[in-house]
């Protein structure tokens, strides 16, 4: 069964610093997605991607982050100058029909940053 | 605005033993899919079960089933014949039907599975 892969898993760094977090997304999938979720809290929508460029971004999505799809499969979430609440877990999703008519937003395994 | 509640923070249920999870929502919106993802401590999103609000019949995948009551904007989700691996966050979501809309997330329910 297709999934979505996500790298690393655990990423720690030190606050002030730029991390990249990697995401392959189900091939044949159109639509992309970067949500976190802070420890013990709700997940939150970051931003969405279609046809190589932002179809929505939240309130969170500031201009400390960016997406980024550099090749036909990865799509990276960059965060520049991480602060300390940035801490939290990212999750990449992807959407699209997989053939038994359900549609559906298909989840990373995450990539848990640390800022310290 | 979309909103998701789920109104149980934590349950404890025997094992085998059938358990509703509760979720209500809110849109405005006639067109919507209704999502259910579990969490385990490990941290990973599962998808679970999906109800499109204008699918006649509830989904059903396995042990989990989706009580889908539109009028009252409710879409429990039902683990039938509960095992100790069901112990996780779960959590109730939704999805404006337009293909790149953003998946919003209720708070979950922490359900504990005892032996």
């Known amino acids: 069964e297709p999934e979505v892969t996500q790298t690393p898993s655990h990423q720690v760094t030190q606050m002030g610093q730029e991390v990249i977090l990697r995401c392959v997304p189900i091939s044949n999938h159109l639509y992309f997605y970067w949500y976190r979720q802070i420890l013990g809290q709700k997940v939150e929508f970051l931003v969405s991607f279609y046809n190589n460029e932002i179809s929505e971004k939240s309130e969170i999505f500031d201009d400390q982050f960016s997406v980024e799809r550099p090749d ?6 960059k965060i520049r100058s991480t602060k300390l609440e940035d801490s939290a877990m ?15 937003q298909y989840f990373g395994p995450g990539t848990r940053l640390l800022v310290l | 605005a979309q909103k998701i509640t789920q109104t149980q923070p934590g349950m404890f249920v025997q094992e085998k033993e059938a358990v509703t999870l509760d979720c209500t929502y809110d849109t405005s919106d006639p067109s919507y899919g209704l999502f259910w993802y579990k969490q385990p401590s490990s941290g990973e999103m599962i998808f679970l079960i999906y109800q499109g609000s204008y699918d006649q019949q509830n989904a059903t995948e396995g042990r989990y089933s989706l009580n889908f009551q539109k009028a009252r904007k409710s879409a429990n ?4 014949a509960s095992q100790l ?8 979501a939704m999805r404006l039907q337009n293909r790149d809309d953003k998946i919003i997330f209720g708070k979950g329910t922490r359900l504990h599975i005892l032996p």
């Open chain 1, 90 to 104: 990212y999750f990449c999703a992807s959407s699209g029909y997989l053939g038994d008519g359900q549609e559906t």
């Open chain 1, 72 to 77: 036909g499969s990865n799509f990276t979430l």
């Open chain 2, 85 to 92: 691996g069901d112990s996780a966050m779960y959590f109730c």
């Open chain 2, 77 to 80: 989700l039902v683990i039938s």
